[in-house]
């Protein structure tokens, strides 16, 4: 959805400054998790995934497939499910 | 998945020191950007989604929800898909 949304925009933008949005959509979730009511804290939420998986797209990552393929119903670490890693 | 592998790690972490881990990685994929092969920018990418799944689950976010909610098959700016904003 956010290749079909966004991507023409993204890719003119480039990884650099798609990344650095991703940062300041980062920042702003945390000012939300100091200040903001659930309804704010939600949106920025929205906007930090959004531009996640814009910065994806522009580097061609498969953003789902990435991140099932090392989170996958286990610990990457222990290897456990629930995680039982002591440190 | 993240709630069942992580959730009783997470909740005692608490939400400032999950969110501090969410911006440590988010500098990390930065790092991969510039100097990381592919394979070590998807584990990236990964962490990156995980450590805000972990974070949504610490305050209780529906992150899936949040995201649907803003972005939802068109651009919640201009409304149209794909987005026409012109700033």
């Given at each position: 959805?956010?290749?079909?949304?966004?991507?023409?925009?993204?890719?003119?933008?480039?990884?650099?400054?798609?990344y650095?949005?991703?940062?300041?959509?980062?920042?702003?979730?945390?000012?939300?998790?100091?200040?903001?009511?659930?309804?704010?804290?939600?949106?920025?939420?929205?906007?930090?995934?959004?531009?996640?998986?814009?910065?994806?797209?522009?580097?061609?990552?498969d953003?789902?497939?990435?991140?099932?393929?090392?989170?996958?119903?286990?610990?990457?670490?222990?290897?456990?499910?629930?995680?039982?890693?002591?440190?």
């Open positions: 959805m956010m290749h079909r949304l966004y991507f023409h925009r993204d890719s003119k933008r480039g990884s650099k400054g798609t650095d949005w991703l940062v300041d959509e980062t920042r702003e979730l945390g000012e939300a998790l100091e200040n903001g009511n659930k309804e704010e804290l939600e949106k920025e939420f929205a906007d930090v995934i959004a531009w996640l998986a814009s910065l994806a797209n522009v580097v061609n990552v953003l789902e497939k990435a991140a099932l393929s090392k989170y996958n119903d286990k610990c990457p670490k222990c290897k456990c499910s629930p995680c039982q890693c002591t440190f």
